[in-house]
C-alpha cells in the first residue's frame, strides 16, 4: 500500500533554513507528480509546491517562491522541501502529497497524503 | 489566482440527514474540482474528483455535481464517521488553490 512518510519539521529561527523529507513506498515514485501542502494551525489548507513525475517541471506558491526548492530523488523514493529565509508565516504542518498522475501545472489529484510534520518558525 | 469560496462554514447536523456543502470558484474551471475529508489531526483523504467521480473506496452515500463555478458535496444520509471539515480544491490552473473548509459537527 502507498506510504509517504514525512521528517525534518522542528523548531527554527526566523531567516534560518530547514529541509523536509517524505519517504514514498508501495507505488513507482517516478511515475507520479509530488507535492507539499500545508496547514497552519487551525487553518485550512494552502497548496506550496509540485515536481512533476521526471522532475522537469516544478511550481510554487507566491508565498514561497524564490525561497522554498521542490526535489525529488528517484533513487531513494523521497521528495523534499528546502525552505530557506523561513519566517512566522511558514508556521504549519507540512504534507507530501501523491498526485494520481504526473505532477503538471493542472488536474493535480491528491490521491494520497502523509500525516505531515509540524515546522515551527519562532525566536 | 483563482478563488474558492465555501458554504456554510459549519453546520451542525444529525446522523442520518443529508447533507449539503457548496464550493464555489471565482472564474470557471470546467470540472477540474476535487473535494476532500479532513479529522482532527489527520490528513485529508479525498473523495470526489473531477466534480463528480467518487474516489475508489469511498462510500457511496458521498456525491459530487456540478461544473464551471458552482460545485455541491452530497452526503445523503449522514454516519458518525463523516463528522469532520471538508475542502473543496481547483486543479483548473496553477496555482492549486483550496476552499477554506466547511466543519461538520453533531448537532
Known amino acids: 500500500q502507498v506510504q509517504l512518510v514525512e521528517s525534518g519539521g522542528g523548531v527554527v529561527q526566523p531567516g534560518r533554513s530547514l529541509r523536509l523529507s517524505c519517504a514514498a513506498s508501495g507505488f513507482t515514485f517516478s511515475n507520479y507528480g509530488m507535492h507539499w501542502v500545508r496547514q497552519a494551525p487551525g487553518k485550512g489548507l494552502e497548496w506550496v509546491a509540485v515536481?512533476?513525475?521526471?522532475?522537469?517541471?516544478?511550481y510554487y506558491a507566491d508565498s514561497v517562491k524564490g525561497r522554498f526548492t521542490i526535489s525529488r530523488d528517484v533513487s531513494k523514493n523521497t521528495l523534499f522541501l528546502q525552505m530557506n529565509s523561513l519566517r512566522a508565516e511558514d508556521t504549519a504542518v507540512y504534507f507530501c502529497?501523491?498526485?494520481?498522475?504526473?505532477?503538471?501545472?493542472?488536474?493535480?489529484?491528491?490521491?494520497?497524503w502523509g500525516q505531515g510534520t509540524l515546522l515551527t518558525v519562532s525566536s | 489566482d483563482i478563488q474558492m469560496t465555501q458554504s456554510p462554514s459549519s453546520l451542525s447536523a444529525s446522523v442520518g440527514d443529508r447533507v449539503t456543502i457548496t464550493c464555489r470558484a471565482s472564474?470557471?474551471?470546467?470540472?477540474?474540482l476535487n473535494w476532500y475529508q479532513q479529522k482532527p489531526g489527520k490528513a485529508p483523504k479525498v473523495l470526489i474528483y473531477g466534480a463528480s467521480s467518487l474516489q475508489s473506496g469511498v462510500p457511496s452515500r458521498f456525491s459530487g455535481s456540478g461544473s464551471g463555478t458552482d460545485f455541491t458535496l452530497t452526503i445523503s444520509s449522514l454516519q458518525p464517521e463523516d463528522f469532520a471539515t471538508y475542502y473543496c480544491?481547483?486543479?483548473?490552473?496553477?496555482?492549486?488553490?483550496f476552499g477554506p473548509g466547511t466543519k461538520v459537527d453533531i448537532k
Open positions: 502529497a501523491k498526485d494520481q498522475g504526473r505532477g503538471y501545472n493542472y488536474g493535480s489529484i491528491f490521491d494520497h
Open positions: 472564474r470557471g474551471i470546467t470540472s477540474y
Open positions: 480544491q481547483q486543479s483548473s490552473t496553477s496555482p492549486v488553490t
Open positions: 515536481i512533476s513525475y521526471d522532475g522537469s517541471n516544478k
